[in-house]
């Protein structure tokens, strides 16, 4: 049977190909420089710290794969440089996946003109600022890959976070821009929008506000109505990181060299939208 299934794995052909995922010393992130890794692409791991980023790269080595690590502030033009400088150390750079980001739950009262600009920063300029590094060199080689991380809320905005939201409709915007851009060169750009995915962070968050909402007492019980009231969608339960990873390999493999432009939603069917 082991061998059965061995026969019948799809090769993505990454073999070769080296990939920068930024924010992948946690998370989503993780998820994805681990399967990258698994198909053999040799990956960059990247983060602020360094014992994260390390601990997450040498994982991967002890499975067999091949990691480096990058790391550096994105928000910042220098701290954006060190990590395209040591992403290219080690070869050119053929796939990057724009995945880091971070959110703050505020309202409309509460985010300020200063919060505002500082998720743009973080959330939308730090991706641009990898793709002018990086991404010239893949058009004069002919072939790349940019994937960048959008979700739900760039289209399905709710009232909390706008901020967040706003960013997420730019994200959007620039990686369809930059597909654009991008025509005849070998290189393509698409978006990977996951829905409310299970990471630690949110298991946490869903069983600490379980009670008050009258959730059930155990985990499943407590994904299952928390999904029906927050999230509801056709699969009746939270993504998980794999299921984000797995979008993100295809889209990065020469397998998915007529895919450009596009917005690929892995969500569980909670966007409601036909476009």
Request: proline share 4%; charged share 20%; hydrophobic share 40%.
């Amino acid at each position: 049977m082991a061998e059965e299934e061995e026969e019948n794995l799809m090769d993505l052909q990454l073999t070769g190909k080296r990939a920068l995922v930024t924010g992948s010393s946690s998370g989503l992130g993780e998820a994805m420089v681990r399967l990258l890794a698994a198909e053999g692409a040799q990956v960059i791991v990247h983060g602020r710290n360094e014992k994260r980023a390390t601990a997450v790269a040498e994982a991967i080595r002890a499975e067999g794969g091949k990691a480096d690590i990058a790391l550096g502030d994105l928000t910042t033009d220098g701290g954006a440089d060190a990590v395209a400088t040591a992403a290219l150390a080690g070869g050119p750079v053929d796939i990057l996946i724009n995945n880091a980001g971070a959110y703050k739950h505020l309202s409309w009262t509460d985010a300020t003109p200063d919060s505002w600009r500082e998720t743009y920063e973080g959330n939308v300029i730090s991706g641009v600022r990898m793709i002018q590094r990086l991404v010239p060199a893949m058009r004069e080689r002919g072939w790349g890959r940019v994937i960048t991380i959008g979700g739900g809320l760039a289209t399905q905005p709710l009232f909390q976070h706008p901020q967040y939201n706003a960013t997420l409709a730019a994200r959007h915007n620039l990686a369809v821009s930059l597909a654009r851009e991008l025509k005849g060169t070998g290189v393509t750009s698409n978006i990977v929008a996951p829905g409310a995915i299970l990471v630690e962070a949110v298991k946490d968050l869903l069983t600490e506000i379980a009670p008050d909402r009258g959730w059930g007492n155990t985990w499943e019980q407590i994904e299952q109505d928390a999904t029906n009231e927050l999230v509801p969608n056709d699969i009746g339960r939270l993504g998980r990181p794999d299921e984000i990873a797995t979008a993100v390999a295809f889209l990065a493999s020469p397998l998915a060299g007529y895919i450009s432009g596009a917005n690929i939603r892995v969500d569980g069917g909670h966007i409601r939208n036909v476009t």
